[in-house]
């Protein structure tokens, strides 16, 4: 009996040891806050990556609901830095659920989750958390947008790890955004009180340094999980001569005029008619970090998400001063009149897709390089084909490159 005994208080200790060890393990048990909890490597995840594409004008406005699938209210807008790329925070108006009219709380957007199939934004708050959230007022915009008050919005979501993006110094170095936090862009603290409404910079002007228009804003692309502005959609048609024109642009590519009224491009008509650019029916998928890296890549921007795929060999191509870039295309009459013909040939023929009409054009001194990824080799084999009747055949070097997709058995 004594010996049956001493067996069940052994294991009984050894159950309990074996408990508190996993207690001591688990995140949630940590004090020191230097482990990297399922959670934060999720955030983590989520910043260096592309999660989603959404458009501002369809974010804005859309319905907000928690995960008991109460309606907590709507987008009112969005606080929007556009030289550093960053989605500040997400100003809701919560009218009628906490028992008010109208009232504006500011959400960090990573503590918002977009259901695409259900059309709406959740957000893990219930209705009491809402009611002591931190309030923003339009009128006193500068001050909900400094630093202390960004700070209580996220630290009150648990959004801290996101909270990362503000310099106290100077963010600009020899004309150049500073960078931190891997590469990635800073907000001056000095500059939070510019910090604008999406609704608002829609239907900006958008002009060159040579103070030619190139277009207005039409729209902007969103990441919230990862707090960033994926692109800028600007109505280029008019500047191109192409009508319902668009083309989008990284917005850290973008700076504002003294008066921040007026946003500048450092490009020409020939760069930007060479720049992946996309009728007005017919968006591509910009969340495909292929199409986007490409967008990044026509301008000289690092992208500040990475797509999982390993592009060394690309990225040391694309860098390389011997290799053609869209920059490089020539600026005689011949050469860009060879580079609008091409492109307009393979815009008219029908059965192109998206990647196809926006393979890079690069004409210098006659020869033309073609570059970029298209959806077969049929497709490589029509641009390519387009391309020898235009510039003839020696004259082109063809080095676009097949999608890999299970339909092409790779």
């Excluded at 109460?70 to 009628?96: F, N, P, W, Y």
């Amino acid at each position: 009996m004594t010996r049956k005994l001493q067996i069940i208080i052994s294991t009984s200790t050894a159950l309990i040891l074996a408990y508190s060890a996993l207690g001591q393990d688990t995140p949630n048990a940590r004090t020191d806050g230097a482990a990297l909890t399922p959670d934060r490597a999720l955030r983590s995840q989520r910043r260096d990556r592309l999660n989603d594409a959404a458009k501002a004008s369809d974010i804005i406005g859309i319905t907000v609901i928690n995960n008991q699938n109460e309606k907590l209210g709507k987008v009112e807008d969005l606080a929007v830095d556009m030289e550093s790329g960053r989605i500040v925070q997400v100003i809701l108006s919560t009218g009628g659920f906490i028992g008010v009219g109208d009232t504006l709380i500011a959400v960090p957007p990573g503590a918002l989750h977009h259901d695409i199939a259900g059309k709406v934004l959740r957000l893990d708050a219930g209705k009491e958390k809402l009611a002591n959230a931190p309030k923003f007022e339009t009128s006193k915009w500068a001050e909900c947008s400094d630093a202390n008050h960004l700070s209580a919005v996220y630290s009150y979501y648990g959004e801290e790890p996101d909270f990362n993006f503000i310099q106290s110094g100077d963010a600009v170095v020899d004309g150049q955004p500073k960078k931190a936090d891997g590469g990635k862009c800073m907000i001056p603290a000095s500059r939070l009180s510019q910090v604008q409404k999406a609704s608002k910079l829609m239907g900006t002007p958008v002009k060159n340094l040579q103070d030619e228009k190139l277009g207005n804003v039409e729209n902007l692309l969103v990441d919230l999980p990862s707090g960033r502005v994926v692109a800028v959609i600007i109505s280029s048609g008019g500047f191109l001569g192409m009508d319902d024109e668009l083309s989008g642009v990284p917005p850290t590519a973008l700076r504002f005029t003294t008066d921040r009224d007026t946003l500048q491009l450092d490009t020409s008509k020939e760069m930007l008619g060479n720049a992946p650019h996309f009728k007005a029916n017919q968006w591509p998928d910009f969340a495909q970090p292929d199409y986007a890296t490409g967008v990044y890549r026509a301008y000289k921007v690092d992208p500040y998400f990475t797509n999982g795929a390993d592009n060394t060999a690309r990225n040391v191509r694309d860098r390389n001063d011997r290799t053609l870039t869209p920059l490089d295309q020539g600026n005689s009459h011949s050469d860009i009149g060879v580079t609008a013909q091409i492109r307009k040939e393979i815009i008219a023929s029908k059965d192109m897709s998206v990647d196809a009409q926006n393979v890079k054009i690069i004409t210098k001194d006659g020869r033309v390089t073609l570059r970029g990824p298209v959806n077969s080799a049929e497709e490589k084999r029509q641009v390519g084909e387009i391309a020898d009747r235009i510039a003839n055949p020696g004259n082109v070097d063809n080095q676009l490159e097949v999608k890999l997709t299970a339909s092409n058995g790779n």
